[in-house]
């Protein structure tokens, strides 16, 4: 009777959880998928079923590759750059015992900035040729020729991702610092006894115990890499000359300027996907942590 | 202690619940609440604004985020004149930066506001179909609004014969010019294509930009020089033909379009590589700054020469002109509106609405709201041939001069079109991409084989909206 008291009174506890997820996960999910396969532009009564053919399509469009190859240089851009900067700072903030809370406030400035507000910065006062600092140091006459990288073919994603980098990082340091200072203080005391250098700490004490901290980190560093979207529709919209195309801004533009949401559904879908690979593979590595 | 742990957390649990079903319940009024600018604005200098607001019916509008001095000219001219006409109705006007993507959203989840603004009649043409807009017939009919719009935007308004927007103010593209530049550099005001090509060529070698149009802040600014060189240069006819199919988007007119907007690219005409690094408020400061004699923008470019000019003198010295057809002959101006306005087809006060509308269809209205806020507000309607520029001074007299001349080359059918107003949805966003041709990923002939390509989806979608007939 106790047993059956308490199934009914956890079935009761779950049940608010479960309506959350079913109802704005798993029911528009489902509904997602579903207009992928049709041609629904929004708001007609009816959706016509087209199977695989805006997949199809998607695959044979140049700007989607070009969008897939964004999206994977922004991944490997974040899963290096900041990650490495957080670290790092957050090991030296690691021996700054008094003024670390004070500098991890500093540092996290660019963080709380909203993201129009560091778009406008880097567009009009880094980037702009005609009056930023790009201008300044073309007007120092000492042979710079620069140009607005957000124009460039080579350099536009990754000027877009700087910006967003820079507002990330300090983050990540947060996150990071909250798990070095976890570390057991034994293993850390028994290491310096036996003479341990900080590069040898790091490697052999610290890493090893923020592990799953960082395999975390990085899986959702994978997952935003292919939601990201709002510094580039701020800055760029995905142009000139669709440089700096991501997927997500592919499906703004399916959405909400050609009223394909068929399309852009589908968009939706393959981002997903990206970031079921990733959230398989950290499950898989959290399942051989916990056995080890 | 143990059972009253279980049943706090079981409470707790049917609070969550509880809350959950409210909130969804709390979606469901028709009405959207009114949360904006009235509020900001003093309500106490009418007496119709005295009573609470409670036992008016509110009709509500979504625009998009205007600055100080341009949601202070709509609470005069369309708010507060529209709400002390009448005891019974309340006009909100609710202010929001991402308006289109809202709207949008709203429409397909079956709500949205009573008087829905859209990007231009073009995007009324899919949401009309699909019967989420009033049929305004007889609204039409009642008000006599044939015989007062011009007789190009009531066309373009109507989806299979019948009106379901009324155009905002007209957005015909043309040449902003600095009187004080041509002056100091002995340039005259040029008259044909070729003179302002020339005098453009001369800006360059004196140091100056021969032209300037900005698309820092909006990849879709590409829409300018389309519009303007397909309308100047393939002329109404060809693009006539391609607008309703009876000719193909590559053929030798649009290719001569198409190519001039690459000379413009690649000369300068438009800033160069800054064209990607100035916003239309930019532009008109270099304007205004007298580092260009011209700067190439919709009518709109009155509303941004007033926001950066530091005096009324400097105002003075900015001129318009229409972009002179390369091919000599009037200058032909392009058909097209900053936005439309239809009845959500979920108004309850549909007839309340459309006086809404009626009364922005008057001279006084338009008038009204372009002397505080020129540029934006010119409404394609016949009586604005009577209103007298000499009562408007400086800019506000070019302006006014300007929609009247508009007005008038549009009555006589000497018109092309502006992208956003008249392009179906694929095309549009298709034409943008002209982008590629000037950084060299695309040949001219294949971005307008791409343009085919995007017309014949427009067309299978049954996306194509009424196209007006030029003369020609």
Redesign the interface.
């Known amino acids: 009777m106790v047993n059956r008291k308490g199934k009914i009174?956890d079935i009761?506890?779950l049940?608010?959880a479960l309506?959350?997820s079913i109802s704005v996960v798993l029911i528009p999910s489902i509904q997602t998928i579903y207009n992928s396969l049709t041609?629904w532009?929004?708001?007609?009564?009816e959706k016509t079923f087209i199977g695989f053919a805006n997949y199809l399509e998607i695959f044979e469009d140049r700007y989607f590759h070009i969008a897939i190859k964004n999206n994977i240089i922004w991944m490997l851009l974040f899963l290096t750059i900041p990650v490495c900067v957080g670290m790092g700072m957050a090991l030296l903030l690691l021996q700054r015992k008094r003024s670390r809370n004070f500098l991890q406030m500093i540092f996290l400035v660019p963080y709380v900035l909203a993201p129009v507000v560091t778009a406008m910065i880097f567009?009009n006062i880094i980037?702009?040729?005609?009056s930023g600092l790009i201008h300044f140091l073309n007007e120092l006459n000492v042979g710079l020729d620069l140009?607005?990288p957000?124009?460039s073919?080579e350099f536009g994603i990754i000027a877009v991702a700087a910006v967003d980098m820079w507002h990330f990082w300090s983050y990540l340091m947060i996150i990071y610092l909250a798990a070095l200072r976890q570390t057991p203080a034994d293993q850390l005391e028994a290491a310096r006894l036996d003479g341990a250098n900080f590069p040898q700490l790091f490697f052999h004490i610290y890493l090893p115990n923020i592990k799953p901290t960082v395999h975390l980190m990085s899986i959702m560093i994978v997952i935003f890499s292919f939601l990201a979207f709002d510094y580039v529709n701020l800055m760029?919209?995905?142009?000139?000359?669709?440089?700096t195309e991501l997927l997500a801004t592919l499906a703004y533009?399916s959405?909400?300027?050609?009223?394909?949401?068929g399309m852009a559904s589908a968009y939706s879908v393959i981002m997903s996907v990206f970031g079921l690979i990733a959230a398989f593979f950290y499950t898989k590595a959290s399942m051989k942590e916990e056995r080890d | 202690m143990t059972n009253l742990k279980k049943l706090l957390s079981l409470l707790l649990a049917l609070v969550m619940v509880l809350s959950l079903v409210a909130c969804g319940a709390a979606e469901e009024p028709a009405e959207e609440p009114a949360d904006e600018p009235a509020a900001e604005e003093p309500a106490e200098e009418t007496p119709a604004e005295d009573e609470p607001a409670a036992e008016r019916k509110q009709i509500t509008m979504w625009f998009w985020g205007a600055s100080d001095y341009q949601r202070n000219a709509m609470q005069k001219w369309l708010i507060d004149a529209y709400n002390n006409s009448q005891e019974e109705y309340e006009l909100v006007v609710e202010f929001r930066s991402s308006v289109d993507s809202d709207i949008a959203v709203a429409l397909s989840g079956g709500g949205g506001p009573d008087i829905v603004y859209g990007s231009g009649p073009a995007f009324v043409a899919g949401y009309a179909a699909e019967g989420l807009f009033v049929n305004l017939d007889s609204y039409a009919e009642q008000y006599g609004w044939k015989d007062r719009l011009v007789g190009a935007f009531y066309d373009l308004c109507t989806v299979e014969g019948s009106l379901y927007s009324i155009p905002g103010g007209m957005s015909n593209f043309g040449v902003f010019y600095n009187k004080k530049v041509l002056e100091d550099n002995g340039w005259a005001v040029p008259t044909t294509y070729e003179e302002l090509t020339a005098t453009m060529d001369k800006a360059i070698e004196a140091g100056l930009y021969g032209g300037l149009i900005g698309a820092k802040d909006w990849r879709y600014t590409n829409e300018w020089p389309i519009s303007m060189l397909l309308t100047s240069v393939a002329g109404p006819e060809a693009v006539y033909k391609v607008l309703t199919g009876e000719q193909k988007w590559n053929s030798p007119e649009i290719v001569e379009a198409a190519n001039e907007m690459v000379t413009w690219y690649n000369n300068g005409y438009m800033g160069g590589e800054d064209y990607w690094s100035l916003d239309a408020n930019e532009i008109f400061q270099y304007l205004v700054d007298e580092k260009t004699p011209f700067c190439y923008a919709p009518l709109n470019g009155f509303q941004w020469a007033k926001g950066v000019a530091p005096d009324d003198a400097t105002l003075d010295n900015i001129g318009f002109m229409l972009l002179p057809a390369k091919n000599g002959g009037d200058a032909p101006v392009t058909l097209g509106a900053v936005c439309s306005y239809s009845i959500n087809a979920k108004s309850e006060h549909p007839d309340a609405a459309a006086a809404v509308l009626d009364y922005m269809l008057t001279a006084e209205f338009a008038s009204g709201m372009s002397s505080e806020w020129p540029g934006y507000w010119g409404m394609p309607v016949v009586e604005f041939t009577t209103v007298d520029p000499a009562d408007y001074e400086g800019v506000y007299a070019a302006y006014i001069q300007a929609c009247a001349d508009v007005v008038a080359a549009l009555d006589a059918g000497n018109f092309g079109y502006a992208a956003s107003t008249c392009f179906p949805a694929v095309t549009y966003e298709t034409s943008i991409d002209i982008d590629t041709v000037w950084f060299g990923e695309q040949s001219v002939e294949e971005y307008l084989d791409s343009l085919d390509e995007a017309y014949a989806e427009d067309v299978e979608a049954g996306s194509i909206g009424q196209i007006p007939m030029p003369k020609f």
């Open positions: 009174t009761v506890l049940f608010p309506f959350i041609s532009n929004g708001f007609a009564a567009k980037y702009s040729p005609t140009k607005n957000l124009t073919r760029t919209q995905g142009g000139p000359a669709h440089y533009t959405a909400f300027s050609e009223r394909k949401i």
